[in-house]
């Protein structure tokens, strides 16, 4: 049985942060959660919600008071610009008695990683997951205002994973023995296209959605439509176009790490069928 531990997440509010909350309140462990502004954060029963921001590394120092574990994210402030404050994280952090840190991969190089995977004088472990089950959330306007999907290159691979899972691992790494200095690439348990998506959210909300294939000169359009630079126009052509095969390939991380399968899309669309405007739905 896991003695309980007490842990501190930073990044509370993300979608990773809160699933990792979550897990741990589940799990039995005392959970506090870092936020700029604990009144508007609305945390579940039983986690301590406590002030502090990365941008400002002392500011932690009282949240990381009797912590053995620290969940941290690559980035911070209001324009998510890379953190710069790593070491003096850390150093606060080993000061408090932190035992283990978790450091959500941001998707290349990062100051605040480095200084995670340069420190030995804590319990590290890297999570890298792949494409979000809930970036499918960014279809439901165009799902409920007119039942359909726009999206280029429909018949890219993702091994999509549940947010959940994300948390479940990271929360794993955080209060048990055996995951220190890994580097843990976390994904769902099978390739989907944009087709596989799309039905199984069609299935979890009850009504047909069809799926409108665009063009790479449409997309483009659209996302210059939508304020993206050119830069990031090339990056999501390159992720969409020719999606890294670590993006596409599955692996058993969930279940090495957790002893459960990790949970499949049509599970995660069934949970957020009322987002899609299922049939009897609010």
């Known amino acids: 049985m896991t003695t309980s531990q007490n842990v501190l997440v ?3 509010t993300g979608t990773v942060g809160r699933q990792v909350v979550a897990e741990l309140l589940a799990r039995g462990h005392a959970v506090r959660a870092l936020t700029r502004d604990p009144a508007k954060a609305d945390f579940p029963d039983g986690v301590e919600a406590v002030r502090g921001d990365l941008t400002d590394p002392d500011s932690l120092a ?3 008071e009797g912590v053995t574990g620290l969940h941290l994210i690559t980035f911070g402030g209001a324009c998510f610009a890379p953190l710069e404050t790593g070491p003096r994280i850390l150093e606060l952090a080993r000061a408090a008695g932190v035992r ?7 998707g290349g190089p990062s100051p605040l990683e480095d200084a995670v995977r340069a420190d030995d004088g804590v319990d590290w472990t ?3 997951p792949v494409e979000f089950m809930s970036n499918a959330l960014e279809w439901a306007p165009g799902i409920v205002d007119a039942d359909e999907v726009r999206e280029p290159f429909a018949g890219r691979l993702s091994a999509m994973v549940h947010e959940g899972d994300i948390g479940a691992v990271a929360a794993v790494a955080l209060t048990e023995e055996g995951h220190a200095g890994r580097e843990y690439v976390i994904t769902g348990p099978e ?12 299935a979890a909300r009850g009504r047909e959605i069809s799926l409108v294939e665009l063009t790479q000169e449409q997309a483009i359009t659209r996302w210059r439509a939508a304020g993206h630079s050119e830069d990031v126009i090339g990056f ?3 992720v969409y176009g020719n999606t890294p095969e670590v993006g596409r390939t599955v692996v058993d991380t969930v279940e090495k790490v957790t002893g459960r399968p990790a949970r499949t899309f049509a599970e995660w669309a069934a949970e957020h069928a009322a987002a899609f405007g299922a049939t009897g739905a609010a």
Request: cysteine-free.
């Open 126 to 128: 890297v999570l890298m």
């Open 62 to 64: 009282p949240a990381l």
């Open 100 to 106: 283990r840190v978790t450091v959500l991969h941001g």
């Open 236 to 238: 999501l052509l390159e």
């Open 191 to 202: 390739p989907l296209t944009v087709g596989d998506k799309v039905a199984a959210l069609a």
């Open 10 to 12: 930073t990044g509370a």
